[in-house]
């Protein structure tokens, strides 16, 4: 073989070593970046758990914070209530203390008015009382002032019940203490006498069934 020939042989050569040698180092290129890869993996789970920690702190925050703001809201609606509870008691106290004052004064108007019912009924009375005094002036009847003096008795007496007044029976009736007293014992009237009321010495009235004066008798023994 000439020097020719030697010399593509070895230039053949020289390609062959050239392209294994950057195959070569295309896989080392290769292989380092799937090194850089899986060396940045790590960093990269590492930088997520991280991250889902800080997420998982700021939680944990926001539900302290939440708790917190739980815990303020019963304490506010708590005072809340005493407000309006004392709001309502000082209501109810100045209403009672109206109320107070009203009925002080309508027991004082009462007492002092209280007998106007009954002075304005007496008045006509009054006034058939002063015509009958009139007339008997000017006649000697006694028939017709015994008559005029009836009348205005029984007109006394309707009055008298309109107001609520009524007359004690006494007219054989047995001795009770709630309704009589006893003026005089009468003795030896029998059996079927003793115990009753013999004799009325003054009348007793009740107002509205409340005895204001006791009827005055006289009792058999």
Do not use: W
């Amino acid at each position: 073989m000439d020097k020719k020939g030697n010399v593509n042989i070895d230039d053949e050569k020289v390609k062959a070593s050239s392209a294994k040698a950057a195959e070569e180092e295309k896989e080392s290129d290769k292989a380092e970046s799937q090194d850089n890869a899986a060396t940045d993996k790590p960093e990269e789970k590492e930088d997520k758990e991280a991250a889902d920690n800080t997420a998982d702190t700021d939680k944990e925050d926001k539900k302290e914070d939440a708790e917190k703001e739980e815990e303020k809201d019963p304490l506010a609606e708590a005072l809340k209530e005493i407000e309006q509870l004392k709001d309502k008691y000082l209501r109810s106290v100045a209403e009672f203390d109206n109320y107070r004052k009203r009925t002080l004064k309508e027991k004082t108007e009462l007492i002092l008015n209280g007998s106007e019912k009954a002075v304005q009924a007496f008045l006509p009375i009054i006034d058939d009382m002063e015509r009958a005094i009139d007339n008997a002036e000017k006649t000697d009847d006694i028939e017709v002032i015994r008559e005029g003096m009836r009348l205005i008795h029984q007109k006394t007496n309707k009055m008298m019940e309109s107001l609520g007044v009524k007359e004690i029976n006494t007219e054989n009736a047995d001795f009770d203490t709630d309704y009589h007293e006893a003026v005089a014992m009468v003795p030896g009237m029998g059996d079927d006498k003793k115990g009753k009321v013999l004799d009325c010495v003054q009348k007793g009235y009740t107002l509205n069934d409340k005895v204001i004066r006791h009827a005055k008798v006289a009792v058999g023994q």
